[in-house]
């Protein structure tokens, strides 16, 4: 896609276990919209399962260890995400992967992701591995700087997109789901 930028399209395409997956950790830690530190709605519902889990609120992005909703550890990472995510930095080229934390996204039709990237992690030397539940949208890399015009990446589910060495920091967005709700597993090394 771009160096360092992996699609391995199709690779979660049995994604029966995962949508279950999905369910079960969001049974114990349910989806909500979480305030960005200025104090917008993000339109994407999140939770989170592993170690840790990525927070928004009035005192800014970061990892808690409970879930500030329920006061109890986020469910830890079921093992089809773990497979998944492994094999996914292995065939990308980034080798072995143990990650911490999986962000689940839900998009319904009008929720979509502004231009940023992923910067709250201690350790950059892990890659993201990105999957594609549900209804397919277009994500948009922009690479080292905001500026410029993006490279559009349809993801169908069942894709993996996964970043990492110099393409770490990179900035991306993505655009409102086609046809349908979207979940998006984002796994990463923060601790
Ligand atoms: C994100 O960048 O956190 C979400 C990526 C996606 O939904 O594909
Ligand atoms: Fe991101």
Redesign the pocket.
Known sequence: MAPQVVLLHGFAAATGDLDAAVELVSAAAPFRQLKTPGGRLMSAAMTSCGACGWYSDARGYRYERLDPLTGQPWPAIPEPFLRLARASSEVAGFGTYEPDTC?I?RYVPTAQ?GI?H?ADERDFSQPIV?V?LGAPAT?LWYGPSKRGSPLRIR?LPGDVLVWGGAARKGY?A?QKPEGGTRY?L?FRKAL
């Open positions: 962000l996204n992701m940023h992923d990105s594609t994500f993801l991306h993505v998006n984002t």
